[in-house]
């Protein structure tokens, strides 16, 4: 469910016409509702109804201060990658007391200014990683809580590039070690392990795997304290899946993962946090963009737009589909059209759908990609020299600017020629 939807023959962000954000901002541009992006967070915060718990936003999937200050309102932690985040929610207003640092590569640095900033856990991935901590926390006098990720080797059954929980990933410890490896947490000076993490992938469809792996942490951490670790605290990581499609049949949805959790850790009396980021932003956010050409082909139509595979790199990079629609809503009746629908880059991946078929649409018209809320604005780049486009944020019948589109001149000045030219 989401906020996006036809009144009078427009297409609405809310209350408001896409039609009035391009007239002010022009194509392409991202745009995200503030009502789905609150139903989204609270669905997650009212499935874990009655036990202890807190819903950290993974905000790697959209991460502007804007939509981060929204769920930090409504009560949200967040989940942070980098030290680029971590400032990112503090600037929201996020307190360090509510935010997780994940990440297979922390670097001393990024411990420190977290330390210093005040943090939750650190969810660790390694000992090496571990080992640094102990280090960089004890020479600041301080006590770093942490989790270990342990990789619980389930198949998450999703896209290869977005698995994380099978043995060959990078990411976590090896459950088959975890006793030893939270045996050395516990003898380092400077940590206190308060409890374990996972995340096993994401854009997740079943249930089946959760299960899975909460079956096997819920197992570890019986173990774990019978070895003596105060396991108080189960971060059971993000990962679940949305509908990019409108035919498709349904992903789980938020209640009965809640359910699932409390059926499979429930009985612990940990503390649970989970990590939701896809379906917190997938469906909050679309991009709309502008019909530069209609291009006759061979055999083939080709929609040119101005928006491109540097601003929503998904097709590219996992085959992602997205839902294609016009912003004037086609008239009743009309013969659908059949196009390939690509950007301007100079790359042939620079393509978003093939043989999409779709209501026929015309140079200057408006298109909208659904679903792009989550992993869309946050992995765009400037290839090509094209700006990185504008986010805008709506709510009822409001809309503000959060992020500007840069001037070329802001664009070019970040170079500098060496002295010898
Ligand atoms: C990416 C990530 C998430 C969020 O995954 P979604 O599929 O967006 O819910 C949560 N936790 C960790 C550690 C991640 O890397």
Not at 163 to 190: C, D, H, M, Q
Request: glycine share 10%.
């Amino acid at each position: 469910m989401d906020h996006f939807l036809y009144r009078n023959g427009i297409l609405h962000a809310e209350d408001v016409p896409l039609l009035d954000i391009a007239a002010q901002v022009g194509t392409p541009f991202y745009v995200y509702s503030t009502a789905t992006l609150l139903r989204h967070y609270t669905l997650f915060d009212e499935a874990l109804e009655g036990t202890d718990h807190l819903v950290c936003y993974a905000m790697k999937a959209a991460s502007n201060l804007a939509i981060l200050k929204t769920l930090a309102e409504a009560g949200a932690g967040m989940d942070v990658v980098s030290e680029g985040e971590y400032r990112r929610a503090r600037a929201a207003g996020v307190p360090g007391d509510r935010i997780v640092f994940s990440g297979v590569g922390k670097t001393a640095q990024e411990m420190r200014t977290a330390l210093d900033g005040g943090i939750r856990q650190f969810n660790v991935e390694s000992e090496p990683e571990m080992r640094m901590l102990s280090a960089v926390a004890s020479e600041m006098g301080k006590t770093a809580p942490i989790t270990i990720r342990i990789n619980p080797d389930v198949d998450a059954k999703t896209h290869a590039k977005i698995a994380t929980g099978k043995s060959e990933n990078k990411f976590g410890i090896p459950i088959s070690r975890a006793r030893e490896v939270y045996g050395l947490a516990a003898y380092l000076p400077g940590l206190e392990v308060v409890g374990i993490d996972v995340h096993i992938g994401s854009q997740l469809t079943e249930l089946a795997p959760f299960e899975a792996a909460y079956t096997k942490v819920a197992e570890l951490t019986e173990t774990l304290r019978a070895d003596g670790h105060d396991i108080r605290r189960l971060d059971l990581g993000g990962g679940l899946g949305i509908p990019y499609t409108r035919s498709n049949e349904a992903p789980p949805l938020p209640m009965d993962y809640g359910a699932l959790i409390k059926r499979t850790v429930g009985h612990l009396g940990c503390e649970i946090e989970i990590e939701p980021g896809r379906l917190i932003a997938g469906n909050a956010g679309i991009m709309v963009t502008g019909v530069i050409y209609v291009k006759s082909g061979e055999d083939r139509t080709f929609l040119i737009v101005d928006g491109a595979m540097n601003d929503l790199i998904r097709p590219a990079m996992y085959e992602a589909h997205h839902d294609i629609v016009p912003v004037v809503e086609p008239a009743p009746g009309l013969e659908p059209a059949v196009y390939d629908i690509v950007g301007p880059v100079c790359e042939s991946g620079d393509t978003f759908a093939r043989h999409r078929t779709m209501p026929p649409v015309s140079d200057g018209d408006l298109i909208a990609f659904r679903s792009a809320g989550a992993y869309g604005a946050v992995m765009a780049s400037e290839y090509n020299t094209r700006a990185l486009i504008p986010e805008v944020l709506v709510n009822g019948d409001q809309f503000a600017v959060i992020r500007r589109r840069p001037t070329f001149d802001e664009m070019l000045n970040r170079d500098t020629f060496p002295p010898w030219l």
